[in-house]
């Protein structure tokens, strides 16, 4: 018998004191999700943080992983195509609960959809792990570099700032619309001059403060700012006011998870590096917006 009806009955006798969780782990020669975890907090090249969102979010940490997941966020969606697949240990960048919090399905504990999400990740003895603060704070920032590789601009990396491009001049408008090709963007929106020449660019994946938008658009450094999730009552009428008082810049956003999603794939391919016992696929959620034709 395998799959998830073994794996739960053995969960009654573990619980019922009828067999030694570590003792069958280690005969079985199974990788469990916290040994999984605890290899990548010894590889990242970082020190591990106490307080960091990069926590378990649902499921136990003695499951025995048969497959690993990357992806930018564990919808339901994508918790149904991973069960089908067999990755049972989901590495997610962003929250799985609607909540930025550590402890996330505390946050909207009675939440419907929590709940319904709970069950499911539970019922198919699966593990959701957050792999956010140290994914960035590694050097070099692993989004980052998953993101460069995904826009094929590794070669107009600026030395000194990973998040800076010297791209070959080009209009604003035929900037976008590559952008939009590589990545497959569905909904990528831009605030300028079309025709506007541009060729440094920065780069922000996700979350967009408006400190950043002030730095680029009012600084001569940069012709374009290419970016996550930028707040549109405040950021993004920067960049719009700077372009109108006669900046010769533009703005291109990406979305959220559009920004970061390939930095997952990134991920896929570090942890091929320090994990070879099971299979690690980057499955991408993909994008939650879509545009009328
Ligand atoms: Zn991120």
Known sequence: MSGNLSRRRFVRLAGAGLVAADAVHAQSGEL???????????NVGIAWRTQTVDTIKAGSPDTPVKGIATTMVATLDLLKRATAARRNLII?????????????????????????KRSFIEKNDLVVWRFHD?????????????????LGWE????PDNPRLFDLPRVSLENLAQSIRTRLKI????????????????????????LTQMMRH?????????????????????????????????????????MSEEWGMEECA?????????????????????????
């Open 32 to 42: 469990t999700a916290q040994q999984v975890i605890e290899r990548i907090q010894k």
């Open 155 to 158: 070669k107009y990396q600026v």
């Open 92 to 116: 997610v960048h962003e929250p799985t609960f609607y909540s930025g919090n550590a402890d996330e399905a505390q946050a909207n504990a009675g939440d419907p959809l929590v709940l319904l």
């Open 186 to 209: 569905r909904a990528i929106r831009v605030i300028g001059d079309p025709q506007t020449m541009v060729s440094r660019t920065a780069f922000n994946p996700g979350s967009t403060a």
């Open 134 to 150: 140290h994914w960035h704070a590694r050097k070099p920032d692993g989004i980052i570099s998953g993101m460069a590789i995904a």
């Open 217 to 257: 658009f009012s600084g001569p450094d940069v012709d374009a700012f290419v970016c996550g999730e930028p707040g549109e009552w405040n950021a993004d009428e920067y960049a719009r006011d700077a372009i109108a008082s006669g900046k010769k810049k533009g703005l291109i956003i990406l979305g959220h998870d």
């Open 269 to 293: 391919k570090w942890l091929r590096t320090i994990i070879s016992e099971v299979p690690i696929e980057f499955m991408p959620a993909g994008e939650a917006f879509w545009t009328p034709k």
